[in-house]
């Protein structure tokens, strides 16, 4: 099973702020990652898949660089709309497995 | 539009089984795969399991291997948990996997608690 291991726990931010998410594979994915937004009430959001391909509607802020078991979610200004819990998430095989990360809370 | 409709609350008993519904429209449901996801009180995202559209192969996270079940029905996946525990109570959600294995689309969520 790959873990992925995301740091901080939690980022205090404000808006107008560069942040900076990094997730950590305990092996190789390639550049099969994700990373989604998660707020409370809401369905997870997806943002960004193959590492660093933004999904469809998603703010050019949002962007996704790495690969390997290296991954960062660079958001370039933070807006206020951006507060949440981000998660990684990551898949291997086939058929295939995937599995998150404990996530980061930007407050 | 392409849509998820998870079906209602379920209330269980530890050692009891569950069965959730996500009723997908507005795509071809056979060119897409179907995954199942849930969120603990306070805990993160975890994954359950995996179903093609096209072929009904599944894959299951090791931790539920043994008393999980997916299965599709037209355009319907169903999740199916056996032997519940108090851990299990959580809100489960559906999603889509797109042609990248991302999941693109999201129901609603349905909350599952299991009472002792």
């Known amino acids: 099973e790959i873990l992925l291991t995301q740091s901080p726990a939690t980022l205090s931010v404000s808006p107008g702020d560069r942040v900076t998410l990094s997730c950590r594979a305990s092996?190789?994915?390639?550049?099969?990652l994700a990373w989604f937004q998660h707020k409370p009430g809401q369905a997870p959001r997806l943002l960004i898949y193959?590492?660093?391909h933004r999904a469809p509607d998603i703010p050019v802020r949002f962007s996704g660089s790495g690969s390997g078991t290296d991954f960062t979610l660079t958001i370039s200004s933070l807006q206020s709309e951006d507060s949440g819990v981000y998660y990684c998430?990551?898949?291997?095989?086939?058929?295939?497995?995937?599995?998150f990360g404990q996530g980061t809370k930007l407050e | 539009q392409v849509r998820l409709e998870q079906s209602g609350a379920a209330l269980q008993k530890s050692g009891a089984s569950v069965r959730l519904s996500c009723k997908t429209s507005?795509?071809?449901?056979?060119?897409?795969?179907l995954t199942w996801v849930r969120q603990a009180p306070g805990q993160g995202l975890e994954w359950i399991g995996w179903?093609?559209?096209?072929?009904?192969e599944t894959s299951y996270a090791s931790k539920f291997q043994d008393r999980v079940s997916i299965d599709v029905e037209t355009t319907t996946a169903h999740l199916e948990l056996r032997h519940l525990r108090s851990d299990d109570t959580a809100l489960y959600y559906c999603?889509?996997?797109?042609?990248?294995?991302?999941?693109?689309?999201w129901g609603q969520g349905t909350h599952v608690t299991v009472s002792s």
């Open positions: 999603a889509r996997v797109n042609l990248t294995m991302a999941f693109d689309f």
């Open positions: 092996h190789n994915v390639n550049g099969d």
């Open positions: 193959g590492a660093y």
């Open positions: 179903i093609s559209g096209y072929s009904g």
């Open positions: 998430q990551q898949f291997n095989s086939w058929p295939p497995e995937y599995s």
């Open positions: 507005g795509y071809i449901f056979s060119s897409y795969a």
